[in-house]
């Protein structure tokens, strides 16, 4: 708890302690999550500061307002718009417009006709885009309920042994417990305590495909991808289209809109599920561990090569404890998964199930679709909800 | 003047063969002032660790180093007591050995001293680094909060023990999870990025003076470039400097593809990212 310091404060103008004071509710209206603690502190640090010099007072600050890369990139602007540059309005806030089969436009930006406004708790990153892509719905509860869902996911991986996870052999005495229980009977150990090991964190590979089928389904599946790096999981995503890029540091934030447009610049219109694979076998071979797993999110229309998509499917499966390919289209009324690269893949996948909803993905969840299946991975172990 | 302060601080960091900037090194005399700690996050290998080691050197007090690990418990942090000493104690009271009267297994005598008590008991106050605080679980964050906050850690059968002087303490994370609020809010936040090409020059011609400037920055604009082709194991500062020396070593006047191919095994660490970097050309590294 910060305690009321006013050692050194006096050398400080009402105006200026004033200035921030109300700073910290102007933070929080753009997402940083500060309070009182926070105002005291700065103001102890501008005691310390020469209150002449901006750069000064910036980095003095920064250091206490500021608590992830995020808030740190986006703090400097802040600080010039409330200290330095008072008669500044807002920005509109720029709107993604949903996909027009949705009755909406096609993910060109525009600007409302309404008042300025700031979207709630979710902070632009350290580098915001102009223009997000794909960009996650600005929905605080879906996202804490999607967030939710995927906690009860993580208890399904296949989790590793631990660091010091011995399998057999000889427990270790945890002599701490055994002693402390021991002082109640004259210093007898007549029950021993073990050490309790604990298995490491579940490794998981989420593939996203974003070409231009999957554009309805993205921002749920990116929702999906920021719910697993906020959990104890080793997880790393990719999206994919014709090429296969690596976006975990970009997902893995407190407060997420989307991937910016910037970030996919090399990633083309179309799909090539097998090329992407390739990349993700020859470059990230790596995080294809043993006790792995490979969760697929594409509705499986391919333009590349069926050979292709199936050897690289084959020896995905064969290195990994076990592939999910999450469909959005399987539970749409007459679908069936008989296009080439879908046909290709289905050898190779230990589950296969509609995801493109929270309840769907809830649905999912319940049904165990992540508990390992230890069956060889030919012939075929297919798990739909028909079948 | 505080400007005359944050630059002689500078002065000393530079002394102790660390480059600092102004915000750095502006953040670090806020964090001793106000005996607060201080929060470094930052890729891997931009020199976060260093700046503690370079802190106890200018201060000229001990180093205590902490290094998190998934498990770390209070036993290993904090405090322990002997067991298997207390243990005898015990035995041999109770079987008349020791002159009968109740002993007492509670003592300074039986307390072995982790990392953090030593951290307040040392005197000078040292500076206390606690690495890679993001690989540690949940429950040692939980641990860490009066440490943090009060200085102070409580034994349950000996009371609390405060600091007369609060140590420096520094934390590193890389991010590999997300720190609780709790203890952010504890603690001064400076976010440690790759440094310019004209900075990793410096701080390569401070760690290699064999090196040319040239090749120095050579090196520097290469490293950078290397950082954005989007590898799994980025190069830090720790990698260039390998590299600078492996060069000096190599008595190269600048950087070309012979010198290149024979020293690019210090600047990657994955069979992924060589082939990548051989892939893409060597000619981008020296040409960047």
């Not at chain 2, 410096?202 to 090749?215: G, S, Y």
């Amino acid at each position: 708890m910060e305690r009321i310091d006013l050692n050194g404060l006096t050398g400080m103008t009402a105006a200026v302690i004033r200035q921030v004071q109300d700073f910290t509710p102007f933070l929080r209206k753009h997402g940083f999550r500060v309070g009182t603690p926070e105002t005291l502190t700065a103001l102890r640090c501008l005691a310390e500061a020469d209150l002449s010099v901006p750069e000064e007072l910036l980095f003095a600050l920064r250091s206490v307002y500021a608590r992830s890369p995020a808030e740190w990139g986006s703090f400097p602007h802040l600080f010039n718009r409330h200290f330095l540059n008072p008669g500044t309005r807002l920005e509109e806030k720029k709107r993604i417009q949903a996909d027009e089969r949705s009755g909406h436009s096609r993910g060109l930006i525009e600007t409302q006709d309404r008042p300025p406004t700031v979207s709630f708790s979710m902070q632009p990153g350290s580098s915001p885009s102009q223009g997000e892509r794909y960009a996650l719905q600005v929905d605080p509860s879906q996202l804490r309920a999607v967030l939710a869902v995927s906690k009860r996911a993580v208890r399904q991986f296949d989790r590793p042994p631990g660091r010091r996870f011995r399998r057999g052999g000889r427990d270790r005495v945890n002599l701490r417990a055994t002693m402390r229980e021991s002082v109640r009977y004259t210093g007898e150990p007549l029950r021993l305590h073990w050490q309790q090991y604990r298995p490491d964190r579940p490794s998981v590979v989420l593939l996203i495909d974003i070409s231009g089928s999957m554009k309805e389904h993205a921002p749920f599946m990116t929702a999906l991808a920021w719910s697993f790096t906020r959990l104890r999981l080793r997880c790393e995503v990719f999206v994919f289209s014709t090429r296969l890029k690596r976006v975990t540091h970009l997902v893995a934030r407190k407060a997420v809109q989307g991937i910016p447009i910037s970030e996919l610049a090399e990633l083309k219109g179309g799909t090539r599920i097998g090329e992407a694979l390739e990349e993700l076998l020859h470059r990230y071979g790596g995080l294809l561990r043993q006790h792995a797993s490979v969760i697929i999110a594409s509705d499986g229309f391919d333009a590349g090569h069926p050979d292709r998509l199936r050897v690289a499917m084959k020896t995905l499966a064969e290195r990994v404890r076990h592939v999910v390919w999450l469909n959005p289209l399987l539970g749409d009324p007459g679908y069936e998964p008989i296009s080439s690269g879908m046909s290709a893949a289905m050898p190779y996948i230990h589950r296969f199930v509609d995801v493109h909803d929270l309840d769907s993905w809830r649905e999912a969840v319940e049904g165990q679709v992540f508990r390992p299946v230890f069956a060889p991975v030919t012939p075929l172990t297919v798990h739909t909800q028909d079948v | 003047m505080v400007d005359d302060r944050v630059e002689k601080l500078r002065k000393c960091l530079q002394n102790a063969k660390y480059v600092a900037d102004e915000g750095l090194a502006m953040v670090l005399y806020l964090a001793q002032r106000l005996n607060r700690p201080l929060l470094l996050e930052g890729p891997a290998g931009v020199g976060k660790t260093e700046l503690a080691k370079a802190v106890s050197v200018v201060r000229g007090v001990e180093l205590i180093r902490l290094q998190c690990y998934e498990g770390l418990d209070a036993a290993h942090a904090l405090y322990d007591w002997d067991y298997p000493k207390q243990l005898l104690l015990t035995r041999a009271t109770f079987s008349g050995e020791a002159g009968g009267a109740a002993p007492d297994i509670y003592t300074d005598h039986f307390l072995i001293e982790r990392p953090l008590l030593r951290a307040l008991k040392t005197k000078p106050a040292p500076v206390l680094l606690i690495d890679e605080v993001d690989r540690a679980d949940e429950e040692f964050e939980a641990l860490l909060l009066e440490f943090l906050s009060e200085f102070q850690i409580t034994i349950p059968e000996r009371g609390s023990f405060r600091a007369e002087v609060p140590p420096t303490v520094i934390l590193t994370s890389n991010r590999t999870r997300d720190l609780s609020d709790a203890l952010r809010r504890r603690c001064l936040y400076y976010w440690l990025d790759y440094p310019s090409v004209e900075q990793e020059a410096a701080i390569i011609a401070l760690h290699v003076p064999d090196v040319a400037p040239t090749v120095a920055r050579q090196i520097a604009r290469a490293v950078r470039r290397l950082r954005k082709w989007s590898l799994l194991k980025p190069p830090g500062l720790a990698e260039s400097i390998d590299w600078a020396r492996a060069v000096a070593d190599l008595a190269a006047g600048e950087l070309d593809e012979s010198v290149t191919r024979l020293t690019l095994g210090c600047l990657l660490k994955t069979q992924e990212d060589l082939e990548l970097v051989r892939e893409k050309g060597l000619a981008l590294l020296w040409n960047a």
